[in-house]
Structures are given as C-alpha cells and as structure tokens.
C-alpha cells in the first residue's frame, strides 16, 4: 500500500483518495447532524439526485451527503533542531525582545496569546523565537493569514530566517502537492485541509476579512490545531470578540504601542471633496494634483479605490492625464489574474502608480511608498480597514515618515475612529 505519512494532519473526501483501512486513518461522515464536517457549515442545497451538500467550502471540493471524510491522524515525529533551525541574525529591539520572551513562556505554559501591535512593529520577526522554540521541540508550526498577498510576502521572510527548515507554502493561486512540513504558511482558507496537525497555530492579521467574522474559518483554525496545540493572534486593530476572550482571561494579551524603528504612525491627512473624484473619463482636477505631488517627490503611490468596477476607468483616466504620461499605472485587485506579478513589479519599481483595492490594505510592505484613499468614506472602508491602510507607509527605518491622504465627501465615523485610533497609538 502507498506510503501516505506526508498526508499525516490532513484530511480530504473519500471521492480524492480513500485508505480508509491503513494505520492511523480514521473515516467519518461528510455530513453529520446536518452540518458539514469540514467546515461545520449548515448543509442545506441539494443536487439533482436530492442529495444535500456543503455550499461554504465547495471550492475545496464538494461535501456531500453520503460520502466520508478521511483524516490523516498518524503521530510524526520531526527531528529536534538546534535553535529550531532559525538562522536570522537581525536583533528585535527591547521591546520586542520582552513580547518575544512572553510568547515563548506562555507557549510553554499551555496559554493562547493575541499580540496586540501596531502596523509596522514587526510582529513577523516577534514570531521567530517563539516558531524557534516550537521546532527545537520537534514539534509543527503553521502561520495562517487570510490573504495571499500577506502570504507572498511572509514566505520569503521565513525562508531567509529558517534556511534549515523546509516550510510549505499554500494558497489557492499556487498549487503545491501536499508535503509533510514542520513549518507551513498558508491562507486561512487552507486549515479547512488539516486536522489536528500543528501544535502551535499563529493567525496574522486576526481581524481581516475572510478569516474574522467567519465561523467557517475560525471552526477550520481550531480543527487544525492539535487538543493541546497552542494559538497566537496577530493584528494591531483586535476585534471585540477577542478582546472579550482577553477580559474572560481565555487568551493573554500582549500590546505593543511603537513601530520596531521608534517612530511614531505617520498621522493621516485629510481632504473634502465638494465634486465627484471621477466624472465621465476625467479625474477630479484636485486628485490629480494631490496624485501629482506624489509622483513628483519620486514615491510610489497606491491609490485606494472601494470597488472592483472602478479600476479600470480610473486608471484609463490617470493614462490619459498628460503629467502622467512617463509614469507605468497599473491596476490590481482580488480576481486579477497577473495579481501577484503586478505587486512585485510596483515592489521592484517598475510600476510607479498602483490602483488597487483594499487586498493590500494590509500585511504587506513596499518601501518609500505613499498613499491614497479615494472615497474614504465608503461603507467598505472600516476603522480597522482606515487604519491598516495608514499603515502601509513609512515603514521603513530610513524613510519613517510619509504621506497618507484620505479623500471624501461626507466624514464618518470610521474615519473619525481611525483618525483618533492613530492618534492613541502615537501617545
């Protein structure tokens, strides 16, 4: 029979692969108490055939009545590694180095963490000691963040910092053959493959869409980790639920008020807009020389934009703007199919404007960049959203400071709860 320990922690449909007889698998019921086992999903549409089936993690492959749920729960063992195979040699700052030190004591002591830090205090790094500490034991860490941006970007990070580790990487637009990695980094969407395969879950970015407010994801992420595996939340805006897990005492939680360089967050600006910021094919002349001022200081610049359908228009307008004629715009966003290229040539310099969406709001960092947000007062712009898009700038140790211009025609209150986060954060 095939050799399926690199399956060990995951679990996937009798209709894909079914050793439902070798050591160590277990088989249950793809749908139980009318719930999905999976995702623990209400099941309730129904095939031709009137059989009921999962409409939540369709996209994983499709959960139907009748079929089983095979689980890898054979025990691995991985080799105990010095320092658990953590090469960087950067050094955290003091107080970073106390976070650092809490979340290794309260690993050891069996206690869940949410890290509560602000955008660009270097949580990534914050995590290497505790992942280090994790594996020395010979034990399975995985970060699991709801982007994949947030993910494109960790990747390399990690493999810079753990060379002696061989870490998996997955998320929907990049396939890779399952292995059995001792550290993986993956989308939330991802855990809804494993069961109870890591003792030591970190989800960055806790409070980001799809993972927050999704019972789905946040049944996957329990159901991954092991009955005595620890968690650890990352975010620098924590949302309510977590903080009241914090009052009740179920999960510890560590703050920090200051980026990794000692600066404080570049406070945002602010600017009302009486005229549409785009009316036929021509931008507001206002935005244009506010984008202006941008391009010439030399800075990228992401332009924020609430919806998918407006990118295309506003970066045709921007190309037909004559100071913009030397510059490369791009547009990107979720459904894109050269997203990731995109990101890493605006990363690289090659593309000076980029459009976007709020799928970079957050988790990832491009150097010297400069921001702007159109139509800050869409109901799609959070307090949360305001300020991890603020975050984005001046992030970097030689270039602190930067601009942030949040454009709008009616004030609300997440601009003004965003504004008035920052400024706490800052004292």
Not at 150 to 164: D, G, H, I, S, Y
Not at 189 to 212: C, T
Not at 350 to 368: K, M, P, S
Request: net charge positive.
């Amino acid at each position: 029979m095939e050799n399926i320990s690199h399956l060990a922690g995951r679990q996937w449909l009798s209709s894909q692969l079914d050793f439902s007889t070798k050591k160590g698998i277990t088989k249950i019921k793809a749908v139980i108490n009318d719930r999905c086992s999976r995702c623990n999903a209400k099941v309730w549409a129904k095939l031709p055939n009137g059989k009921r089936y999962c409409r939540e993690c369709i996209g994983l492959g499709r959960v139907v009545e009748g079929d089983y749920l095979i689980r890898n729960e054979e025990k691995v063992n991985f080799p105990r590694t010095k320092n658990g195979g953590l090469t960087w040699n950067g050094k955290l700052t003091t107080q970073q180095e106390k976070i650092a030190q809490d979340l290794v004591q309260n690993y050891m002591n069996k206690q869940n963490t949410l890290v509560h830090a602000v955008t660009g205090a270097g949580k990534t790094e914050m995590m290497f000691p505790l992942i280090a500490h994790c594996l020395a034991e010979g034990k399975r860490c995985c970060i699991a963040a709801p982007r994949i941006d947030v993910v494109n970007e960790l990747f390399p990070r990690l493999q810079v910092a753990f060379t002696k580790i061989r870490i998996g990487k997955y998320h929907g637009h990049e396939y890779q053959e399952p292995g059995l990695e001792q550290l993986t980094i993956c989308t939330t969407h991802q855990l809804l493959k494993f069961f109870r395969a890591f003792d030591l879950l970190i989800i960055d970015e806790a409070d980001s869409f799809p993972y927050v407010q999704n019972p789905e994801l946040n049944f996957a992420s329990k159901n991954a980790l092991k009955n005595n595996g620890q968690m650890v939340y990352l975010t620098a805006t924590p949302t309510k639920d977590l903080l009241k897990l914090v009052k009740k005492g179920q999960i510890q939680q560590l703050k920090l008020n200051r980026r990794f360089h000692g600066y404080s967050l570049p406070v945002p600006k602010e600017k009302l807009f009486l005229r549409p910021f785009l009316e036929g094919k021509r931008i507001n002349p206002k935005l244009v020389q506010e984008i202006s001022k941008v391009i010439k200081a030399k800075h990228p610049l992401l332009l924020f934009l609430p919806r998918i359908d407006l990118i295309k228009p506003y970066v045709s307008a921007l190309r037909n703007e004559p100071e913009f004629k030397q510059i490369t715009i791009e547009g990107v966003h979720a459904n894109d199919v050269q997203r990731i290229a995109k990101v890493d040539n605006f990363r690289r310099g090659q593309i000076q404007l980029l459009v976007t969406t709020t799928i970079l709001e957050r988790g990832v960092t491009f150097n010297h960049v400069w921001v702007i947000v159109v139509q800050a007062d869409d109901k799609i712009y959070n307090t949360s959203s305001l300020v991890q898009i603020a975050g984005r700038v001046g992030r970097s140790k030689t270039d602190p400071t930067g601009l942030i211009l949040f454009c709008y025609q009616k004030y609300t209150s997440s601009l003004r709860n965003a504004m008035k986060q920052i400024r706490e954060m800052n004292k």
